[in-house]
């Protein structure tokens, strides 16, 4: 496997365990701010248009699922 198909896998699977995190929260926690003026919904949200803006560069990359 190419060193941009394992980071890609990696990238996928790291974002399955934070979705898994992400899915255990209460609506309190995931939009409590405590990044400036980010919740935890709003950070991730951002990391996933990042994600997808790599997808649309590449046929091997599976675009995360939406965070609500």
Same mark, same amino acid.
């Given at each position: 496997?190419?060193?941009?198909?394992?980071? /890609?896998?990696?990238?996928?699977?790291?974002?399955?365990?934070?979705? +898994?995190?992400?899915?255990?929260?209460?609506?309190?926690?995931? %939009?409590?701010?405590? /990044?400036?003026?980010?919740?935890?919904?709003?950070?991730?949200?951002? +990391?996933?248009?990042?994600?997808?803006?790599?997808?649309?560069? %590449?046929?091997?990359?599976?675009?995360?699922?939406?965070?609500?």
């Amino acid at each position: 496997m190419s060193d941009k198909a394992t980071m /890609l896998r990696e990238t996928v699977e790291a974002f399955t365990d934070l979705r +898994a995190v992400f899915d255990g929260l209460t609506e309190e926690q995931a %939009s409590r701010v405590w /990044l400036g003026v980010l919740g935890v919904r709003d950070i991730v949200k951002s +990391a996933r248009k990042s994600w997808q803006r790599t997808a649309a560069s %590449s046929t091997s990359f599976r675009v995360p699922p939406n965070i609500n």
